[in-house]
């Protein structure tokens, strides 16, 4: 099984950024019903004013090459897509385990 876990740090005021990671993690929790290879996936919004990246998501596939199908799938674009002109940076590691 492979781990694909995300940061990502968003533009904008407190409440857009808010916002955009709750319209994000609603996008995502629906993707394990429309993607076969996503097993489950995890997402978390900051609550922690002292840090400075908004959201995160853990996704579980099969094998290193699922990340990839994960990543092309046309649901999977729609949901990133909603971070377009507000994301300011993205941290990822893809780990088996």
């Known amino acids: ?3 694909h876990i995300v940061a990502f740090k968003l533009q904008g005021t407190e409440a857009e950024r808010k916002s955009v ?3 994000f993690k609603a996008a995502l929790l629906t993707l394990p019903e429309q993607i076969d290879v996503l097993e489950s996936i995890e997402v978390g919004i900051n609550q922690n004013p002292s ?3 908004d959201v995160v998501l853990t996704a579980i ?3 290193m090459n699922d990340v ?3 990543a092309q799938h046309p649901a999977h674009v729609a949901a990133a897509s909603l971070l377009n002109g507000h994301k300011e ?3 990822c590691v893809d ?3």
């Open 89 to 91: 940076d993205r941290a």
């Open 51 to 53: 840090e400075h990246w």
């Open 21 to 23: 990671s709750e319209k």
């Open 68 to 70: 990839a199908i994960y």
């Open 95 to 97: 780990y088996e385990y």
């Open 61 to 63: 596939v099969p094998t």
């Open 1 to 3: 099984m492979v781990k």
